[in-house]
C-alpha cells in the first residue's frame, strides 16, 4: 500500500539505533544464523535469546529515523516505510480497541542493524524482525526485507513489507489482551499455542489492512491509500514466504509438523486473508478454532 504523499509522519515514534553497539552471539558464524532466522522468522520468544548472547555490549545510539516527513518519503525509504507503518498502526489500533474498552499503551519500536540490546537480551540481525515483550518494543533491521525477497522468494512489494511490521505490532496487541505468554506454554507442533499466537498476529495484520486506508491520522488524514489487489498479493507472497513448511523444505529438503512455530504457508496466508476480509477482531481467535 503506498501512503498519502502529503501526510506528516512522525519520526519520534522510531527509534534509529543503527551504527550503534554490536553484541556478539555466542557460537555465531554464517551456520548458525540461518539456523536462528529459521528457528525464530517473524517472531521471537524471549528465552530464544536468552544464553545466545554475549555479554558487554556498549549502549547503542538514539535518535529518531531520519528525513521522514512526509507520505512521499515513506514511498521512497525504506526505513521511512517502517515509520510511517508504525504511526498508522498507532494511529488505528486506540481508536479500535477503544470500542472494546481496552486502553492501547504505544509500544516503542526500534531500526537497527547487525545487533541490538533489548529488554530480553542482546539479539543479531540473524534473528529477524521481533517484538519483545520486556521492553513492549517491536525491533526491525531494514536489511531482512531483502532477505524476505532474495532468501524466501517473497514479493518486494511496499505491503509485504508493511506486513511484517504490522505482524509484530500484532504480538504487541496479544500481549496488551493476555494471548502472547501462550507461546512459551506450547511452543512447538502443528496446532500448538506458539503456532496460534504467530496466526493471530497474521490475523491482526490483516486487520489493520482492512482499516489503514480510511484510519485517520493526526492530520485527518489516512496514511495509506486504499489497498490494491497488487498489494493484497504482496501480502500474501510475503505471508506464504516465512510458512514453517516452505522455509523447513528449502533448509532441509523436508517439512515436519512436529517442529513448526508459526504455522504453514497456507495457514498464514488464511489467516491474514481472515483477518482483511472481515475487519473483525473477534474473527481473528485462532485458540477457539478446531482446526487452523
Known sequence: MSFNDNVQLDPSQVQDRRGGGRGGLIGGGIGGAVILLIATLLGVNPQLLEGLTGAGQEPQSQGTAPACETGADADARLDCRITGTVNSLNAFWPAYLKDYSVQYPQ???????????????????????????????????????????????????????????????????????????????????????????????DCYAGLWVKHASTQPGPDGQPFLEPITQQDLNDALSAASAVGDDRIQEAATGQVSPEAWTHGSSEQRQKWFYTGYQTGDINQCDTFAAATL
Request: glycine share 12%; with cysteine; proline share 7%.
Open 107 to 201: 509500544p516503542e519500536t526500534v531500526i537497527f542493524s547487525d545487533a541490538v540490546s533489548t529488554g530480553c537480551g542482546n539479539a543479531s540481525s540473524a534473528v529477524g524482525p521481533f517484538y519483545c515483550p520486556t521492553d513492549t518494543t517491536a525491533y526491525f533491521d531494514p536489511g531482512f526485507f531483502q532477505e524476505l525477497v532474495d532468501r524466501f522468494g517473497s514479493s518486494g512489494g511496499p505491503l509485504a513489507q508493511e506486513y511484517v511490521v504490522a505482524h509484530e505490532f500484532g504480538h504487541h496487541i496479544q500481549n496488551v489482551l493476555g494471548y502472547l505468554d501462550r507461546a512459551q506454554q506450547d511452543p512447538q507442533g502443528p496446532e500448538s499455542g506458539a503456532v496460534r499466537v504467530e496466526l493471530q498476529a
